[in-house]
């Protein structure tokens, strides 16, 4: 495939796609999933088969310390015609392993999938019927989610305050299953931003984007990657990543904050003048100090967030390294 990119714009409708392209990518990161490949694979290949429309599958693993490679190793023996295997060397995180797939993918039009079965692969219908209406960004909505109740309510509010800060219409930013165009695709594949949240990076070059309300079931086994911890950073990271919201706010609260410490200091000056000294005020002041040195930190934590987006980005690393890829050479 090729692409042309002019100054200011990219052209992305001129690609050529070779003879033996698939119509559909199914990409799908792997981290510690052993306990539930077997699962996987017994029902995404047929639920693909009965799709009837050339396809791949595109497992990345994302450095698993466990047999996980080994066992897509041995699904890429077992179908070779329809698989591929990129080995990272290391752990790079979810979104990098995906941002490998879509540079490896070869499909039309690109589904993204959890490895953990919580979204059903026969759900992968939904998205490509709603593509088939002329949307080229497919979100879903999981229809009654079997998470634990702290991830739904914490979820809740991340996508409320994400909303707010960013303005990036997205119901449920926490479900892996999507599809994108293949122009969707090649537009994210031109960014090099180190850390970045694609479903978001993808509505913002969407044209005609929705979303569909898909299954969810209890994980097939083994536990969740991603901690609360993870989740916070991660809505961070989206938050920072796409907005200057945080920091324009915290400017116009340092002013609010300056004029009224202004304000208190001169009432507290004219109560001197007037009254004399008084001891009564010591504590108030004490807290008022704390108040705003704890204003000062929270401002040092988010110029630094954003100070080490940038570090990360002028450093100019890779953002993942390959050890090996799986897949049958192409027909030439």
């Known amino acids: 495939m090729s692409f042309q990119k002019a100054v200011g714009s990219v052209d992305v409708e001129n690609f050529t796609r070779a003879p033996d392209d698939p119509a559909l990518s199914v990409v799908i990161p792997v981290y510690n999933e052993e306990a539930g490949l077997a699962a996987l694979f017994d029902r995404l290949y047929p639920a693909l088969d009965a799709l009837n429309l050339s396809y791949e599958v595109v497992f990345i693993n994302d450095g698993s310390r466990d047999r996980s490679a080994a066992m897509l190793a ?7 015609d329809v698989t591929r ?21 070869r499909g039309d039009r690109v589904v993204t999938l959890d490895a953990d079965l919580q ?22 909505i999981r229809r009654d989610r079997q998470d634990a109740a702290w991830r739904r309510w914490a979820s809740r509010a991340m996508n409320k305050l994400r909303h707010r800060l960013t303005g990036i219409v997205m119901t449920d930013h926490g479900s892996m299953l999507r599809a994108y165009s293949r122009n969707v695709v090649q537009l994210i594949n031109q960014c090099n931003e180190m850390n970045t949240f694609i479903p978001a990076l993808a509505l913002q070059f969407s044209r005609n984007p929705t979303e569909v309300v898909v299954n969810h079931e209890e994980r097939h086994a083994g536990e969740s990657k991603y901690s609360f911890y993870s989740l916070v950073r991660l809505n961070f990271d989206l938050v ?10 915290f400017s116009m609260m340092g002013i609010v904050v300056s004029l009224l410490s202004g304000l208190l200091f001169v009432v507290l000056a004219a109560r001197r003048l007037i009254l004399g000294p008084e001891e009564g005020g010591v504590f108030t002041l004490f807290a008022l100090m704390f108040l705003l040195m704890g204003l000062t930190l929270f401002g040092i934590g988010l110029l630094g967030e954003y100070i080490g987006r940038i570090y990360q980005e002028v450093r100019a690393r890779p953002r993942y390294v390959i050890n090996a890829v799986l897949e049958r050479k192409r027909r030439t």
Do not use: W
């Not at 295997?85 to 993918?105: D, M, P, S, T």
């Open 85 to 105: 295997v990129i080995l990272f060397n290391g752990n790079f995180g979810q979104h990098r392993a995906i941002l490998a797939g879509f540079e490896h993918c």
């Open 240 to 249: 920072t990543g796409f907005s200057l919201l945080p920091l324009q706010a």
């Open 119 to 140: 979204n059903p692969p026969e759900d992968i219908k939904l998205l490509l019927d709603a593509m088939d209406l002329g949307h080229d960004c497919v979100g879903s």
């Open 74 to 80: 041995q699904q890429f023996e077992r179908r070779p």
